[in-house]
Structures are given as structure tokens and as C-alpha cells.
């Protein structure tokens, strides 16, 4: 088991240094070892010499990581005052108290009604637009790093897109008019990271491709379901077939979604957490969580946290008119024998203070 574990990272790709990392260790070892430390312990390391701070923040540090797949879940945040927009990580590490950092925005006009998703230890926001104007740039934020790059650019130019990940490669569909036959034949989209490389998807005769905005997207048991204002599409990434949403989903999903053991969390319009079962197309109210969380009506946002249903929403601000608070609540959901879903409150708390007059965009859950 340890033979399979054990990454097999040469001395040679670790960083060069004049002295061993670790005395009497070979490089590859020690780099080994240095990767096991949890990584809010990383900016501890950084102190202890300048190959270590190399280490650190090197490719290799991060590649034997995954390796030996000890990397974790973190909770990103995206929000948003007037036009501007703001990004922050939540450091949680176990048995410890959670601290929130700010990262650095997109060094441009960060764009309107874009698609933001992860991929690995990387954030995309796909399209978009500026000043009014659809855009096919791709901007790639770098966590390890904490560094923004431009990506390739899609072949067509999208505002408020459907964006999925799926093995590897990033789905975007819709978002753009097809008034022409370019848009149209790229109405659908996809990108493999490993060749860079943005590719046409062909589309069924039998879908309409006339929805330009998508507000809602969601991957269920290999089907990509894209939203629109009314109705939408399902495209099974296996078989490439297309389809139409089940009305009942259509009619129930509201605001953002997470799916958590094939089961779409959202919350309905009186503000209670439910979840919907795709093969037996049929929403149910998550059971439990009443008396700890508060009714969601608005801006509020869920993700998928390490297997459990992360929900962050914007609190009364302690009393303080000019402030609001920025509250999360990690939730165990689980299916019930009687074919219910309930869910244990794992915590509730504030973890971010900000100005009143700031939404929140988006969060998501980041692995490195």
C-alpha cells in the first residue's frame, strides 16, 4: 500500500539548492515529508530558509501533494459591491479557528454575468461582459500562487454562460445569441486544460437554441443540466445525446445550487433548504436544519464542501447599519430510510465582516 502511495518525485525536479532541504535526506525525500505538513502550516515553512520557501511554492510541492492525495477542500468566496468585485479564501484548518484572507482581483475590469468554476487547485471565469459588451476571454486564477493569467479564448463570445466541469475538461453552453452561423455551431463549447484547446460541441436539431442567458447550471450523474429563464437543456457527457430539463426540476430550482450524492440542494421560494432526486424527479425539504439556519430569500449561495453542503448567506451585521455579516453553515446531509433527506449542522458562524451594500456573488470549494 505505501509502495503505491509513495510519489515518485526524482531529486532532480525538486528545486535546486546548494544544501539538502532536509540534512542526511535525499531532496526526494524530504520533499515527501515537507508535503505531508497541512498547508496552513505552509507560511511557517516559508521562514525557515530560502530553499524551503522555494519548496513551498514550487510545482513539485503541489504535484506530490495530489500524489499522495493528501490535498484539501478550501471555501472561496466572490463578492460583489456596485461593479466591483472581491475575492477571499477561508483558511480553515482542523482544531482551528477559521480565519478569512483577501486575494487579489483580476488585474483588468473583473466581467459581469460571467461563469466562475474550479478545476483542481485553479478558479475560471468564463465570459462575461465589460461595459456591455460579451467577452470570450477566460481568466485562470492560480490558488497555489495567488496569481491571475488570461486563458485561451473561447470561440465565441458569452455573457451569462452554463459552465460544468467534468473529467478534466470545462463545458460552457449558451450565453450567446446564434444569429449567426458561427455562434450557433459553437453554441456549446468544450476545453481540455492539457492541450489548451477549445472545441465545438454538436448540438441535437431538436434543441432550440435560442436561449442567450443561462442562470443556473448543475452536473448530475454525468448529465450537464444548464437553466435558462424558461426551461433549458440536459447533455449527457457520455453519450453526447441532448434532452430537455424535467419540468418539476424547471419549476423548483431557484438561485444557486449544489449537488451533493447525486441530489441538487437548493432553496425554494419560502426560503427552506430542499433537494431534488433526478431519477425519481421529485424535490424533498432537508429535515433538521430548521431550527439552526435562517430562511434563505436572497443572496445566498451553496457549494459541494468535501462531500457535505456548504450554504453561505448574508446576516443582519450585529446590529450595525453600515456593516453586514458574511455567515456559513457546513451541513452532513444524508438520505433517510423512508426516502427523505435530512441534515446534521456541523457549524454555523460569521466569517466575514463587510460593508453594507455587498452581495454574495458566488462561493466555491477549491482542492490543493
Known amino acids: 500500500m505505501a509502495d503505491q502511495t509513495r510519489a515518485t518525485i526524482s531529486a532532480a525536479s525538486a528545486p535546486s539548492c546548494a544544501a539538502p532541504l532536509i540534512p542526511n535526506l535525499p531532496d526526494d525525500i524530504s520533499l515527501q515529508i515537507l508535503a505531508r505538513v497541512p498547508r496552513f502550516r505552509h507560511p511557517f515553512l516559508s521562514l525557515v530558509s530560502k530553499s524551503w520557501r522555494s519548496t513551498v511554492n514550487s510545482p513539485e510541492l503541489f ?8 490535498s484539501h477542500f478550501s471555501l472561496y468566496l466572490n463578492l460583489r459591491h456596485d461593479s466591483s468585485f472581491y475575492w477571499y479564501a477561508e483558511q480553515n484548518p482542523q482544531n482551528s479557528k477559521s480565519t478569512v484572507v483577501s486575494l487579489p482581483s483580476i488585474p483588468h475590469h473583473h ?10 487547485p485553479k478558479i475560471y471565469v468564463i465570459g462575461g461582459s465589460i461595459n456591455d459588451i460579451p467577452s470570450s476571454n477566460v481568466w485562470i486564477y492560480d490558488c497555489r500562487f495567488q496569481k491571475w493569467g488570461i486563458g485561451p479564448k473561447m470561440k465565441v463570445a458569452r ?29 456549446a463549447e468544450v476545453f481540455d486544460p492539457k492541450t489548451g484547446v477549445w472545441a465545438p460541441i454538436p448540438s441535437a436539431d431538436s434543441i432550440e437554441l435560442r436561449h442567450k442567458w443561462m442562470h443556473a447550471s448543475a452536473i448530475i450523474k454525468g448529465r450537464f443540466y444548464a437553466m435558462a429563464d424558461r426551461g433549458g437543456v440536459v447533455y449527457n457527457l457520455d453519450s453526447g445525446e441532448w434532452g430537455n430539463v424535467p419540468k ?17 440542494y437548493c432553496y425554494d421560494y419560502l426560503g427552506k433548504i430542499r433537494g431534488y432526486d ?36 448574508e ?42 451594500g455587498v452581495s454574495i456573488s458566488q462561493c466555491l470549494a477549491v482542492e490543493f
Open 111 to 120: 466581467p459581469v454575468g460571467s461563469s466562475i468554476l474550479t478545476l483542481g
Open 278 to 313: 433526478v431519477e425519481e424527479d421529485k424535490w424533498r425539504d432537508l429535515r433538521g436544519v430548521e431550527k439552526g439556519l435562517p430562511k434563505f430569500l436572497c443572496s445566498s449561495t451553496m457549494v459541494n464542501l468535501s462531500g457535505r453542503l456548504c450554504v453561505v448567506w
Open 159 to 187: 455573457e451569462f454562460p452554463a459552465a460544468a466541469e467534468w473529467n478534466g475538461k470545462i463545458y460552457v453552453l449558451g450565453g450567446c445569441n446564434v444569429d449567426n452561423w458561427t455562434r450557433s455551431i459553437n453554441w
Open 63 to 70: 504535484r506530490t501533494r495530489s500524489l499522495l492525495r493528501i
Open 248 to 264: 418539476r426540476l424547471d419549476m423548483g430550482w431557484r438561485g444557486r445550487a449544489a449537488v451533493v450524492e447525486d441530489v441538487l
Open 315 to 356: 446576516g443582519k451585521g450585529n446590529g450595525n447599519r453600515k456593516e453586514v455579516d458574511v455567515m456559513c453553515a457546513e451541513i452532513e446531509v444524508k438520505k433517510d430510510s423512508d426516502g427523505g433527506l435530512s441534515g446534521s449542522i456541523l457549524r454555523v458562524g460569521v466569517i466575514l465582516v463587510v460593508p453594507k
